[in-house]
């Protein structure tokens, strides 16, 4: 299940520009070391953890070599309200690859899901104002939503995800003939873990999140 956002209406906008943050640690493949002391055969096994640090250019080049592709320095992750999945833009915004699915790999998936029924926590305001001939409303809200995570898979061999609650603000401006968006944000705070490459050792390691943030937003967005 995609995210679900009450009465949002998506727009005519290709997408929410995205970011992601992940901090955790990660065994290296060559971990645990066992060694031998020649003097009483005293056999030691030494576990090794290390810092792992994921950003959004580690995602796009994961997508890179996951469609084959090589993007701009200047394209952009970004979530499509209206296909409700993953894009990269280019700097204007349009869309240079829908990262949603892969034809050429049905073991590829890279989505914002949820794992219980629709629940929301909201706060905020709707006012309401009423002229002759004309009624707008102001609508300035947040919501929590939990059980939300990433989950990302490849032909690469990586496949991780994280998952936690989900912060949703949206400022509305609704008119008798149109709805904009005058503000929407939306943050993913969770854990998680994984198997993901690692550059440093040209491998796959095992690793766990401790945290992973995923940050989506935009301004004006005409409905």
């Known amino acids: 299940m995609g995210l679900c956002v009450g009465s949002l209406r998506a727009g005519t906008t290709n997408g929410l520009i995205s970011t992601f943050s992940i901090i955790g640690l990660y065994s290296p493949s060559n971990s645990p070391v066992m060694t031998t002391n020649a003097i009483g055969n005293v056999i030691t096994t030494a576990y090794t953890s290390k810092p792992l640090a994921m950003n959004t250019k580690s995602i796009l080049e994961l ?49 914002l899901s949820n794992s219980a029924p629709y629940l929301a926590i909201a706060s905020g305001k709707a006012v309401q104002t009423t002229t002759v001939g004309a009624t707008n409303t102001v609508t300035v809200v947040t919501e929590h939503l939990p059980d ?26 609704e008119s008798s003939t149109n709805t904009l968006f005058k503000t929407l944000s939306i943050q993913l705070d969770g854990s998680g873990g994984g198997t993901v490459f690692n ?9 766990v999140f401790t945290s992973a943030i995923w940050n989506a937003s935009g301004v004006n967005f005409p409905d």
């Open 199 to 207: 550059p440093a050792n040209g491998e796959y390691d095992q690793a």
């Open 148 to 173: 939300y995570g990433i989950y990302y898979q490849d032909g690469k061999s990586n496949k991780f995800h994280f998952s936690g609650v989900i912060t949703l603000k949206l400022n509305e401006l």
């Open 63 to 111: 997508l890179e070599a996951e469609f084959g592709t090589l993007f701009p320095g200047n394209a952009r992750l970004a979530y499509g309200l209206n296909t409700s999945g993953f894009v990269v833009l280019d700097s204007t915004g349009n869309i240079l690859l829908n990262a949603a699915t892969n034809a050429a790999d049905t073991n590829y998936s890279f989505v």
